[in-house]
C-alpha cells in the first residue's frame, strides 16, 4: 500500500473565519445547525460534511448562501469522510467552539481560525482519504515583551472577551 499527501490551501469568503473538525454520522449538519444559531445572535455560517458511507454525499446546511458554497467547495476539495467545514461571520470561532464540541456527533475540532490555513491529506487509494493535519497562520517572530503584553490585553478588551481594568 502506498501513501500520497496533498495540501489544500483554503480560499476564505470575505470577512469570515473557518472551523474544520471531524464527525461521524449523518445527523451532524442538523445538530452543527443548531449549535451554531442557538450561540451568538446574528450568526452567519455555511457548513458542510463528507459521509464516509453509504451514499458519501456532502450534507450542507447554513443560512448564508456565499458560506454554504464555500463550506460545499472545501469539502469537495477536502474529499475526505467524516470531515465538516463550517465558515462563520458575524461571529467568530470562539463565540460557537464549546457549542460545537458538544455536538454528540463531533469527534474533534481541527481547525479553528481566521489566518492563512492549509489542509494535509493523506490518500491511501482512490476513494480513501483523511485529514492527518493543519497548519494554521505564520510561525512566531519572536517572545511578547512588556509592550506586546499590554496590547494583548487591550486587545481582548476592544473585543470585550475580558473586563475593562
Avoid at 16 to 22: A, F, H, P, Q, T
Avoid at 48 to 77: Q, T, Y
Avoid at 87 to 113: D, G, S
Avoid at 153 to 161: D, M, P
Wanted: hydrophobic share 45%.
Amino acid at each position: 500500500m502506498s501513501i500520497k499527501f496533498d495540501v489544500i490551501d483554503v480560499k476564505y469568503p470575505s470577512d469570515s473565519n473557518i472551523i474544520i473538525g471531524y464527525s461521524h454520522f449523518i445527523m451532524t449538519v442538523e445538530d452543527l445547525y443548531e449549535a451554531l444559531v442557538s450561540s451568538v445572535p446574528g450568526i452567519r455560517f455555511g457548513l458542510a460534511f463528507c459521509e464516509a458511507s453509504g451514499k458519501r454525499l456532502i450534507r450542507h446546511e447554513g443560512n448564508d448562501e456565499e458560506l454554504r458554497k464555500a463550506a460545499v467547495d472545501l469539502c469537495s476539495r477536502i474529499a475526505a469522510g467524516h470531515v465538516f467545514v463550517i465558515f462563520i461571520r458575524n461571529a467568530y470561532p470562539i463565540n460557537v467552539l464549546n457549542a460545537i464540541k458538544n455536538v454528540k456527533e463531533v469527534t474533534r475540532v481541527l481547525a479553528a481560525t481566521g489566518n492563512p490555513l492549509s489542509i494535509i491529506v493523506a490518500e491511501i487509494a482512490p476513494e480513501r482519504r483523511g485529514v492527518i493535519g493543519v497548519v494554521d497562520g505564520y510561525s512566531p517572530l519572536g517572545v511578547e515583551g512588556p509592550e506586546d503584553a499590554k496590547e494583548r490585553k487591550e486587545l481582548v478588551r476592544k473585543f470585550g472577551y475580558k473586563m475593562m481594568p
